[in-house]
């Protein structure tokens, strides 16, 4: 899989903006990608940025009722969170 289909966005909340503070950036990944994948996805994103850890968990799907009948239902995803050596990560880049 190429780098961009493994990454697919950065979460961005208020916990995970306090773990940037200690070089922990947290990610959505594909459900398919695993550890060493999520690592060089990282490190061909951002070419200056050494990787030292990943955690990776798998949230659940939820569901919910609309309207007493409409039963929604939202998908399961993955989180990664990415611990950094050396280097920093810059998300709001050209905002």
Do not use: C
């Not at 966005?9 to 060493?36: C, G, W």
């Not at 998908?75 to 050209?94: C, P, Q, R, Y």
Request: glycine share 4%.
């Amino acid at each position: 899989m190429h780098w961009r289909e493994i990454i697919r966005r950065p979460v961005i909340t208020e916990k995970s903006n306090m773990l940037t503070d200690q070089d922990q950036y947290t990610f959505i990944v594909d459900s398919r990608a695993n550890k060493h994948q999520i690592k060089q996805a990282v490190e061909l994103a951002w070419p200056d940025v050494a990787v030292e850890k990943v955690r990776v968990a798998n949230m659940p799907a939820k569901r919910a009722r609309r309207w007493r009948r409409i039963a929604v239902r939202k998908h399961g995803w993955k989180k990664a969170i990415v611990t950094l050596s050396s280097g920093s990560i810059d998300l709001f880049e050209g905002v």
